[in-house]
């Protein structure tokens, strides 16, 4: 299961995180973001110990996607370092997720 991210434990949580972190911006309003949520959580599943996989939920933590410049949703960004080193706009193939988060290990 995804972890949830907020404006309150984004920066300890991801930012401040030793492993890599991926970050799915989503809003329950978003057709994409609920097809989306399942992959997302076999993801974390697969991936766990080894990355951190989460959600933000746009409209509960405004600051951080603003933050991050999310204008549209889903929008799924990658961390390494504490750093964004990728992003995903829109809905993708689980496939697609996958070979990045290989790509941070």
């Not at 933000?56 to 405004?62: F, L």
């Not at 370092?81 to 990728?86: A, F, I, N, S």
């Not at 706009?89 to 997720?97: A, E, H």
């Amino acid at each position: 299961m995804a972890l949830e991210f907020d404006d309150s434990n984004f920066e300890e949580e991801v930012v401040n995180s030793e492993t890599p972190v991926v970050v799915d911006f989503s809003a329950t309003w978003c057709g994409p973001c609920q097809q989306l949520a399942p992959i997302i959580d076999e993801l974390a599943g697969e991936y766990e110990g080894r990355v951190k996989i989460g959600k933000v939920d746009i409209d509960k933590a405004q600051a951080t996607a603003a933050s991050y410049g999310i204008m549209s949703v889903p929008c799924v960004l990658y961390f390494k370092g504490g750093e964004k080193v990728d992003q995903d706009i829109g809905l993708n193939p689980k496939s697609v997720y996958k070979e990045k988060i290989d790509g941070l290990l």
